[in-house]
C-alpha cells in the first residue's frame, strides 16, 4: 500500500468518526402547544440510521483488472508435429483446459517445435497496460518411464519471434506455466491497447527422449493494466436518520437536513449533488419525490402531516459527484469526503 492511499485512507476514517459524532440523536422543542408541553417538550427523536451511505466507495484509488485471450485462429508458424483429434487445425485443440481430451504435442528432441495462433482482439480495455503473459498448459510422459516435458511460450509482434524461458513438467501430469513481458520487446516501451489486437501467441515443445512425447493442451494470453482512479460518478445510497414522533404527538413536522461540513468538502469536491428523500413526506407525493442537497444549498426541507406514520428514514437514494483531482495532494488542506449531516425537526405552524 503506498504512503498516499494509507494517508487517504487514514483520514477517511478520520472523517467517519468524526461524522457518526455528528449523526447524534436530537430533540427539537416546540413551546407554542399545551400538548407539546405535556411531552416534556420533545415532539420527535432523530438518530442516525444503521445502514449509512458508504463513502469508502468515492476514494479515488488505483484498482486493477485482467483480460484473458484465447486463441481463435492459426498464425504464421504451424511446426509442432501431431495434435489430437487428428482432424481440424491446431489452435482448436488450445481453447479449453481439457488435459488429455485435445492437445498438441512433439516426440522431437533435437529442437523446438513451434506453433503461434491469432488471438482474440481486447474487449475495449482501458487503463494502462503492466505486463502481457502468455500461458501455456504442458504435460511430459510415462508410457515407458517417465520423462520430462519441455516448452516455452511463444509471443510475435512487430514480425518478429520472441521466447519465453524453458519451463518443463515432469511425469504425464499437465501443470500451467507462463512468461510475461512487462514492456513491448519491439519498442522497449509500455504495451499499447493496439499492440494488444497485433500480437500472435502460441508454445514451443521439445521431448526429452523421442518416447517421450511432451503435449500442450491449452495457450492464453494475459493482459494485465491499471485502471485510472476514479473522480467522478455516482454517490453511495444508505439511510441517513431515523425520526421517531412522539406517540402523543398528532401535528405536523418540519424536517431541516443541513450539510454542516460544506468548507471542508469544497476542498476536495468539484460538486457533491445529493437526493434527500423522505417516504411519507409532502414532497414525496411530488416529482421529483426528493430534494437535492448540494454544496451550494447546504440545507433541504421537507413536511410531515401528522398521523401518517410511526417512524419515518431519511434517506440519501443517489446523486452524482466531482473530485477535485484523483490526487489527494492537490487538494487543498483541511479537505474532507464524508459528509456530515444534521437533522432538525420542529413543528410545523
Known amino acids: 500500500m503506498t ?8 483520514a477517511l476514517l478520520l472523517a467517519l468518526a468524526v461524522t457518526t459524532g455528528a449523526f447524534a440523536y ?4 416546540a413551546t407554542t402547544s399545551m400538548a407539546v408541553a405535556a411531552m416534556g417538550g420533545n415532539i420527535a427523536a432523530s438518530e442516525n440510521a444503521s445502514s449509512q451511505p458508504d463513502w469508502n466507495e468515492i476514494l479515488p484509488v488505483d484498482e486493477y483488472d485482467s483480460q484473458f485471450l484465447l486463441p481463435m485462429g492459426p498464425g504464421d508458424l504451424t511446426n509442432i508435429s501431431s495434435q489430437y483429434p487428428n482432424t481440424g487445425q491446431h489452435w482448436s485443440k488450445l481453447t479449453s483446459q481439457d488435459d488429455f481430451t485435445s492437445y498438441v504435442y512433439t516426440d522431437v528432441t533435437n529442437q523446438y517445435q513451434t506453433d503461434l495462433y491469432q488471438i482474440e482482439d481486447n474487449d475495449g480495455g482501458e487503463g494502462k497496460i503492466t505486463s502481457v503473459s502468455v500461458y501455456f498448459r504442458i504435460s511430459g510422459e510415462n508410457t515407458y518411464r517417465i520423462y520430462n516435458g519441455y516448452g516455452r511460450a511463444v509471443l510475435k509482434i ?32 509500455d504495451w499499447t491497447w493496439s499492440d494488444i489486437d497485433a500480437i500472435q501467441a502460441g508454445v514451443a515443445l521439445r521431448a526429452e527422449v523421442p518416447q517421450g512425447r511432451t503435449y500442450c493442451t491449452m495457450v492464453y494470453v494475459r493482459v494485465d493494466y491499471r485502471i485510472p482512479p476514479r473522480v467522478q460518478g455516482d454517490v453511495p445510497p444508505g439511510d441517513l436518520f431515523e425520526i421517531t414522533p412522539h406517540p ?25 449533488n445529493m437526493k434527500i428523500f423522505i417516504e411519507n413526506s409532502l414532497e414525496a407525493e411530488e416529482t421529483p419525490d426528493y430534494h437535492l442537497l448540494t454544496l451550494e444549498n447546504g440545507m433541504v426541507n421537507f413536511n410531515i402531516e401528522g398521523g401518517a406514520a410511526d417512524n419515518y428514514t431519511i434517506q440519501l437514494i443517489g446523486g452524482s459527484y466531482k473530485l477535485v ?10 479537505w474532507e469526503v464524508v459528509p456530515e449531516f444534521y437533522c432538525e425537526i420542529s413543528q410545523r405552524g
Open 3 to 10: 504512503r498516499k492511499l494509507r494517508t487517504l485512507i487514514g
Open 26 to 29: 436530537t430533540y427539537n422543542v
Open 158 to 189: 512487430g514480425g518478429e519471434v520472441y521466447y519465453g524461458t524453458v519451463e518443463q513438467q515432469y511425469d504425464r501430469v499437465f501443470d500451467t506455466r507462463n512468461y510475461v513481458w512487462t514492456k513491448n520487446p519491439v519498442t522497449g516501451e
Open 248 to 272: 402523543m404527538f398528532t401535528g405536523d413536522l418540519t424536517v431541516n437536513v443541513y450539510l454542516t461540513n460544506v468548507k471542508a468538502l469544497i476542498k476536495a469536491y468539484k460538486y457533491l
Open 325 to 334: 483531482s484523483s490526487n489527494s495532494d492537490d487538494w487543498v488542506s483541511g
